[in-house]
């Protein structure tokens, strides 16, 4: 994965399907940051989201790949947020349905080179294949009342990502401490600085 793309690409939402949403950044009333904008970019997301394994060969990631999945992560963008705020169109879940019922990569277990045990993909990857994973991730997801009971939109200001959150309390305001949280801090710090010297 490159300096530029593990930079841009999060994977800390809590579920694949919520690390995909996560790939069209920004807040919802601004222009939104694609960070999928390639088919190298989407081949780091699948490695980095684990949806195929490190060392799967994704030589048939091309553009055709790369519109279907940010296809469906609109989709599911779309579906999220409804969800948290209210409720996604029947047409929509749908679409959703739809794509879930296409079947998964199989899994195998196999021996590395050094005898330990790794997950790998029976066949070649299938952008649909790939896909219906996902989208079978957003339907176990939503129909879930203890996960959905846990999705939280970030408080952080230029952030609109959702996140699954897993805090004791289950008081997490930011979608990473580090990163929105962080710049919160900052932006406290400073207009209390502002503040005294005014």
């Given at each position: 994965m490159t300096a530029a793309a593990s930079h841009a690409l999060r994977f800390d939402a809590g579920r694949i399907c919520l690390d995909l949403v996560a790939t069209l950044g920004g807040r919802l009333s601004a222009e939104p940051v694609e960070h999928l904008d390639g088919p190298e970019r989407l081949k780091d997301w699948l490695l980095g989201s684990g949806l195929v394994p490190h060392g799967t060969p994704l030589d048939a990631v091309d553009s055709g790949w790369l519109a279907r999945f940010r296809a469906t992560r609109d989709l599911l963008h779309r579906v999220v947020h409804t969800e948290v705020d209210g409720r996604a169109t029947g047409a929509d879940l749908e679409r959703v349905n739809a794509l879930a019922a296409t079947a998964p990569p199989a899994p195998r277990a196999v021996r590395d080179a050094g005898g330990t045990l790794v997950r790998s993909l029976a066949a070649a990857p299938d952008c649909g294949a790939l896909l219906a994973q996902v989208a079978r991730d957003a339907v176990e997801l939503l129909?879930?009342?203890?996960?959905?009971?846990?999705?939280?939109?970030?408080?952080?200001?230029?952030?609109?990502?959702?996140?699954?959150?897993?805090?004791?309390?289950?008081?997490?305001?930011?979608?990473?401490?580090?990163?929105?949280g962080n710049r919160e801090r900052v932006a406290r710090h400073r207009r209390r600085v502002g503040g005294a010297r005014a």
């Open positions: 129909t879930d009342p203890v996960a959905r009971g846990r999705l939280r939109r970030c408080e952080g200001e230029t952030c609109s990502l959702v996140y699954l959150d897993a805090s004791r309390g289950r008081r997490r305001r930011w979608c990473s401490s580090e990163v929105c």
